[in-house]
């Protein structure tokens, strides 16, 4: 998978009116009012830089708007984009906020302004202990677009980073599964828990690693890695699959009226950038996932747990470094 790097400062409404200094308001170069400004530099590897852009990608009911942006400077090695518009009206809204999400990526100059959703079908076999496994799929767009692709995979167990010290040969007869996990957008971490009816149990945490592009998602426990054996069919899929390589960690939030309390905690009116914060060692990821899991199985308060994957607020001075990747988020 080709990897992209994205160097970034990000500026909300206000600071970039303060940048914007003496700059007269009025005139024929006047587009309004900058809502938000991102200036840096980006690395990409495969594409064509003089045929690409960045914009920013909302979700719909089904697939992605665009929003364009104003670019200056030479992109990619070192421009400014800003942004004066809010999101597109087909933007997907939070029914309880009211808020738009979307997130940065870069597509070609001639990219249309929406991006339909894509699904994907088929069959799929495996050997006998299902590490190899073969997919014929059929990826089509809601416009009716298709594409043939035929995939080989490896599927193979995350590694663990932890566990219990009971081994499961210990537990009793009728020992009964369950489990527990939560994704970053670069990481996700689970819980397998096996208990007896003494409830002793035998706990093993196991943490998966970046999605690609054939596998957005590791089923609980699992990965594959995937290689294309034969594509066929209408080569537009492709770009529409490319818009969900974004800037992996991010997210963008369009707020009408400030919000006092969301997924994301307190969100700012205007435009505003979250990072996804990963607990900063494995342990700590499994504190957190083991006090969550026994006060879910107890039916008590999670919030005292220590903290796993959550959001923070971007400060609008922060210089960023940004990768451009596949998300663990299915909605990205």
């Known amino acids: 998978m080709n990897t992209k790097s994205l160097v970034l400062g990000l500026f909300g409404a206000g600071a970039a009116l303060v940048l914007a200094g003496c700059e007269a308001q009025v005139g024929d170069g006047y587009r309004g009012e900058v809502l938000l400004s991102l200036q840096g530099s980006v690395v990409l590897n495969g594409q064509s830089a003089a045929d690409q852009v960045p914009v920013l990608a909302f979700l719909r009911s089904s697939g992605f708007a665009l929003l364009d942006a104003h670019v200056e400077g030479e992109f990619p090695s070192r421009f400014r984009m800003e942004i004066f518009e809010a999101p597109p009206e087909s933007a997907l809204l939070d029914p309880t906020t009211g808020t738009a999400t979307g997130f940065l990526t870069v597509v070609p100059k001639d990219h249309p302004k929406e991006i339909p959703g894509v699904a994907a079908s088929g069959l799929g076999s495996c050997n006998p202990d299902e590490t190899i496994c073969t997919n014929h799929l059929d990826i089509c767009s809601t416009t009716g677009i298709c594409m043939q692709r035929d995939l080989t995979c490896n599927q193979e167990e995350c590694p663990v980073v932890g566990d219990t010290e009971i081994p499961p040969d210990e537990l009793a007869s009728g020992a009964r599964f369950s489990g527990y996990g939560e994704a970053g957008d670069t990481h996700s971490l689970t819980v397998e828990v096996v208990c007896d009816a003494a409830q002793l149990c035998h706990r ?129």
């Open 204 to 332: 093993v945490f196991r943490k998966c690693g970046p999605p690609n592009a054939y596998t957005p998602l590791a089923e609980f426990g699992h990965q594959q890695t995937c290689d294309v054996v034969s594509e066929s069919g209408d080569a537009r899929i492709k770009l529409y699959e490319s818009v969900l390589q974004s800037a992996v960690g991010y997210d963008i939030v369009y707020a009408p009226a400030a919000v006092a309390t969301s997924v994301y905690g307190p969100i700012p009116a205007g435009y505003s950038l979250f990072r996804t914060v990963e607990p900063d060692s494995d342990q700590a990821w499994i504190d957190s996932l083991d006090c969550k899991f026994d006060r879910l199985l107890d039916a008590t308060d999670t919030t005292t747990c220590p903290p796993g994957v959550h959001k923070e607020l971007v400060s609008p001075d922060e210089e960023l470094t940004l990768r451009l990747g596949y998300r663990n988020d299915p909605s990205h």
